[in-house]
């Protein structure tokens, strides 16, 4: 077994789960699971069985990573924050072969108690405000606010809010990294090839 679990943790027969990975008090992490390297998942948080998880994904106290839900690598959800997959649910109508997928993108941030609605992709490196609430697509580095959550503004890789308008063109270096992005036909882009380390 290559990654840590607490006493508590309930880590049911199957689940994939890749080294280094540490899983503390009260996790249940379903026997279909299939986790990456180095993640992290707090107190009390729960993993379905059809979810997907990247490498060095953190997943904070009191989050559901419910069927149907896939996380690339990097991603970060904090605390209490929500994943859905049914868009209607009743509780006297059973929907459990409408769940609607959710695709969660590489270096992607979900604030604290924000909420994404099942069906929805958020691209690379965008950054979800604590509370917010997703209920549409997401572009790349959007960083993303409100109920419901519209678009405030451009994030870098590293985290750092970037001076660009909202939609044009433009250039701007990400302060803490030196990495430089332009915005052009409503989209941002890295200049350089490198990834932010």
Same mark, same amino acid.
């Given at each position: 077994?290559?990654?840590?679990? !607490? /006493?508590?943790?309930?880590?049911?027969?199957?689940?994939?789960?890749?080294?280094?990975?540490?899983?503390? !008090?009260?996790? !249940?992490?379903?026997?279909?699971?299939?986790?990456?390297?180095?993640?992290?998942?707090?107190?009390?948080?729960?993993?379905?069985?059809?979810?997907?998880?990247?490498?060095? $994904?953190?997943?904070?106290?009191?989050?559901?990573?419910?069927?149907?839900?896939?996380?690339?690598?990097?991603?970060? %959800?904090?605390?209490?924050?929500?994943?859905?997959?049914?868009?209607?649910?009743?509780?006297?109508?059973?929907?459990?072969?409408?769940?609607?997928?959710?695709?969660?993108?590489?270096?992607?941030?979900?604030?604290?108690? %924000?909420?994404?609605? $099942?069906?929805?992709?958020?691209?690379?490196?965008?950054?979800?405000?604590?509370?917010?609430?997703?209920?549409?697509?997401?572009?790349?580095? /959007?960083?993303?606010?409100?109920?419901?959550?519209?678009?405030?503004?451009?994030?870098?890789? !590293?985290?750092?809010?970037?001076?660009?308008?909202?939609?044009?063109?433009?250039?701007?270096? %990400?302060?803490?990294?030196?990495?430089?992005?332009?915005?052009?036909?409503?989209?941002?882009?890295?200049?350089?090839?490198? /990834?932010?380390?």
């Amino acid at each position: 077994m290559g990654y840590t679990a !607490h /006493a508590t943790a309930i880590i049911d027969e199957g689940a994939q789960i890749g080294d280094g990975s540490r899983i503390w !008090h009260w996790v !249940h992490i379903c026997g279909g699971a299939q986790i990456g390297r180095d993640c992290s998942f707090g107190q009390n948080v729960f993993v379905g069985n059809r979810v997907v998880m990247g490498n060095n $994904c953190k997943i904070q106290n009191n989050v559901s990573v419910y069927d149907n839900v896939t996380l690339e690598d990097d991603v970060f %959800c904090g605390p209490s924050m929500v994943f859905t997959n049914v868009y209607n649910p009743r509780s006297a109508v059973s929907r459990k072969d409408e769940y609607r997928n959710t695709l969660v993108k590489r270096g992607v941030t979900l604030g604290a108690n %924000c909420t994404i609605v $099942c069906g929805t992709t958020l691209g690379e490196f965008a950054f979800v405000a604590a509370g917010a609430v997703i209920n549409r697509n997401v572009k790349p580095y /959007a960083l993303m606010a409100g109920v419901p959550a519209r678009q405030i503004g451009w994030m870098s890789q !590293h985290g750092e809010k970037l001076d660009l308008p909202l939609t044009g063109q433009g250039i701007a270096t %990400c302060a803490a990294t030196g990495l430089r992005y332009q915005l052009q036909n409503d989209e941002l882009t890295v200049l350089e090839s490198q /990834a932010c380390k």
